[in-house]
């Protein structure tokens, strides 16, 4: 008689463990079908089988790798879906930015896309985005949502459905246009037809990948906890805002003035190359909405500006030289400047890191002579022309000289 009941127990857990994959892995389509409106997909696409087992592996096997991309954008998240939408476009969107970049806005692909949208250097200057010396604002989680938004509202003017649009974002229009020329028509699923491959499968799969991502954040109970799911639905976080500040502020002084860890200061500000802002002209950063008025009663410019020079390497030139002409250390400008090797060129342009009150950059002007600028400043010329690598005692109007405190 124990043999019985043994084949009834295991069959009968069997079919609970069905019942359970069938119910993990059947759409919720009530909610379900109302995301997929939002991008003109078709309720058909649910049973779409690579999109299935790519909503699967999130909820499984890939559910912790979910979670992190989760709990990196949570700083990015509240401002992301305020932009999305203030500007009318489908929801669903966010997820492209998870899709994208995993919600890492230092994000950096082998084609030299950047950014939470990972935008190209060309399409960045397209949409306004300043890529330089100091700054590169496809890393910017305010200004690179902007961009992406006008690029996504200009390809689905273009293309007429939001779904196309998607395609396009990562593949380009023209592969899109090409694609449903091909196939004959715009559909999603023709378009996606695993056999005739009218889309790259990288591009195939993006888009599976964005509904698989927002179906899953929709109904968040299949695999998270509560507080991982209140976490993404939340919309209580702090949305940033983008305040003006004087150029070359550092990053840290501003994070005193407003009371915010120095840390998070630099979270919020990505685009920053070096931790300060461009020293030739204003800048803005983004700050939590909550700093807004602490901002306005408490910022003062500081004396940052002074800390940091730029210096255009001149032929001839080596580390070592330049490092004495400002009283520093070669291995401060390797490491300031982000450089594996002592190797410069001519017309590259080093940042140079200059201890507060230790020295001063001054322009020479009409009528000045190395022996008034001598005077004015209470150094020697000896010391004026070594530090500058002057050979005599003729200076130019114009010229910027380095002078020793």
């Known amino acids: 008689m124990k043999r019985p009941i043994a084949i009834f127990i295991m069959t009968a857990a069997m079919f609970h463990s069905a019942l359970f994959a069938s119910l993990f892995m059947a759409p919720q389509y009530s909610d379900d079908v109302k995301v997929l409106q939002t991008l003109d997909i078709e309720p058909t696409f649910l049973s779409d089988p690579v999109f299935q087992q790519i909503k699967n592996d999130l909820t499984t096997k890939k559910r912790n790798a979910y979670f992190r991309m989760l709990k990196r954008g949570a700083v990015y998240i509240p401002t992301l879906k305020k932009k999305i939408h203030d ?13 994208e970049s995993h919600f890492d806005a230092h994000a950096l692909s082998h084609v030299k896309a950047s950014g939470l949208w990972q935008f190209m250097p060309k399409t960045a200057e397209i949409y306004g985005l300043k890529v330089g010396r100091y700054i590169d604002e496809r890393r910017d989680p305010i200004k690179s949502t902007e961009a992406a938004i006008a690029y996504l509202k200009r390809l689905h003017k273009l293309l007429g459905k939001w779904y196309l649009a998607a395609l396009a974002y990562n593949s380009g229009e023209g592969r899109v246009l090409r694609a449903i020329k091909k196939a004959g028509s715009d559909e999603l699923h023709v378009l996606l037809d695993e056999k005739k491959r009218y889309l790259p499968r990288e591009s195939r799969n993006y888009i599976r990948k964005i509904v698989s991502m927002a179906l899953v954040a929709n109904d968040g109970d299949l695999c998270f906890s509560g507080d991982a799911t209140h976490m993404f639905n939340s919309t209580e976080g702090n949305t940033l805002v983008r305040v003006k500040v004087s150029g070359g502020e550092t990053l840290e002084h501003i994070a005193k003035q407003i009371g915010l860890p120095v840390k998070t200061m630099k979270r919020l500000n990505p685009q920053f190359n070096y931790g300060f802002t461009p020293p030739d002209k204003c800048a803005y950063v983004n700050i939590p909405y909550s700093r807004l008025a602490t901002f306005k009663a408490a910022y003062r410019p500081g004396k940052q500006k002074h800390m940091f020079l730029v210096h255009r390497v001149k032929k001839g030139e080596n580390l070592s030289r330049i490092a004495h002409r400002y009283g520093i250390s070669y ?7 982000k450089m594996k090797k002592p190797v410069i060129f001519p017309k590259q342009e080093l940042i140079i890191p200059i201890p507060r009150g230790s020295l001063h950059r001054y322009k020479v002007k009409k009528g000045d002579s190395i022996f008034k600028i001598a005077r004015l400043f209470g150094v020697k010329v000896a010391t004026i022309k070594e530090r500058n690598e002057l050979k005599g005692d003729i200076i130019h109007v114009g010229d910027k000289l380095v002078i020793p405190n």
């Open 87 to 99: 500007n009318d476009i489908p929801p669903i969107f966010l997820y492209m930015a998870m899709a």
């Open 331 to 337: 291995k401060m400008i390797l490491s300031f400047n």
